[in-house]
């Protein structure tokens, strides 16, 4: 990684946080109207919160996109923060159905369509059909509409540079070699946990994890934890969004955080308690063929349940935080 690399993050972050500013303002102008009335309809209970985080993540393939916009909803006033608990929710969820649907069907990420519904195809679209509708359009809800647009295509576009500005780790054997390093279990949380938020893309990182599971360089064993702590990692994009906001978008970015991190702690618990009573003979066994591909999918097939289970069991929880805070 280069100066020029660092350059371009520290340009990226930039387009982001004004992205995320402009948008932000958009949305504040546009509230109090139907678009307003049919989030309150949409997400009036956590089911509905669930289902919306859920669906729109599995169409978009980006669990970062949705919480950004969370936290820019709750930022604007249009949702409250209650309401964005299941999105959240709901996104972690998503995230883990795209994987399988990809998985189960064969579908390339290459594939057309899919490639359409991705934030880096769609953003530079948003972002002509913004421009124009701020430039051209005399109405003010529209001018109001395309500045949203625009900047919730900016802050895309800074996403995508401060991803490319670290891409070059991804191919750096020193960088790599990190994965393969540690044996402990917590360890390899921490360090997909860490890389991931470098990287800033669990699905980048997963790729590393899996080129180097083709290898026979790391164990089932090894990769689990480290799966679970990208998990962790992946929250740092809707942190970053939360900087300058007000206290009930911070507070929505730490719920996103908050929830993942009890999703690590409850899997950890459970997957290395059943590994202490019935010794799973796979973990030592090195991801690179296709028996271990199966077993490594089958982890990937309790952390579904697991966002699942932690969905169910921890809403409670995190609405008496909130009213906690409230108070």
């Not at 956590?46 to 599995?58: S, Y």
């Not at 980006?62 to 964005?84: D, E, H, P």
């Not at 895309?156 to 054997?173: H, I, K, N, R, T």
């Amino acid at each position: 990684m280069t100066i020029f690399n660092f350059l371009s993050l520290i340009g990226g972050l930039a387009l982001f946080l004004f992205g995320m500013n402009v948008m932000g303002g958009g949305l504040e102008k546009m509230g109090g109207g139907k678009f307003e009335s049919v989030l309150e309809k949409m997400t009036n209970n956590r089911i509905k919160g669930v289902l919306l985080g859920a669906g729109v993540t599995a169409v978009i393939q980006s669990s970062s996109a949705v919480t950004v916009m969370a936290v820019g909803f709750v930022n604007s006033g249009i949702m409250a923060l209650n309401q964005v608990v299941g999105i959240i929710m709901g996104a972690n969820i998503g995230t883990c159905i795209t994987s399988w649907l990809l998985s189960l069907t064969g579908i390339e990420s290459s594939n057309v369509f899919l490639t359409m519904l991705k934030p880096s195809t769609f953003s530079p679209i948003l972002a002509l059909i913004g421009i124009v509708l701020y430039m051209f359009c005399k109405s003010e809800k529209k001018k109001e509409l395309g500045s949203i647009l625009l900047g919730f295509s900016t802050l895309m576009f800074g996403m995508e540079a401060m991803s490319g500005a670290v891409a070059p780790l991804e191919s750096d054997p020193a960088f790599t070699g990190v994965f393969t390093m540690f044996s402990n279990p917590i360890l390899g949380v921490l360090v997909g946990m860490i890389l991931t938020a470098i990287i800033q893309s669990s699905s980048a990182s997963v790729g590393i994890l899996q080129a180097l599971s083709a290898t026979g360089a790391i164990s089932v064993g090894a990769a689990f934890p480290i799966i679970l702590g990208q998990n962790i990692g992946t929250c740092i994009t809707a942190l970053i969004s939360s900087i300058g906001t007000n206290k009930n978008a911070k507070r929505t970015a730490v719920i996103h955080l908050t929830f993942n991190i009890i999703g690590v702690v409850c899997g950890m618990a459970l997957f290395y308690g059943a590994n202490a009573i019935f010794h799973f003979a796979f973990l030592d066994k090195a991801v690179n063929n296709l028996k271990e591909q199966y077993a490594l999918l089958a982890s990937d097939g309790r952390g579904t349940k697991l966002n699942l289970d932690t969905c169910h069991c921890f809403t409670l929880f995190l609405l008496s935080l909130y009213n906690h805070w409230d108070g």
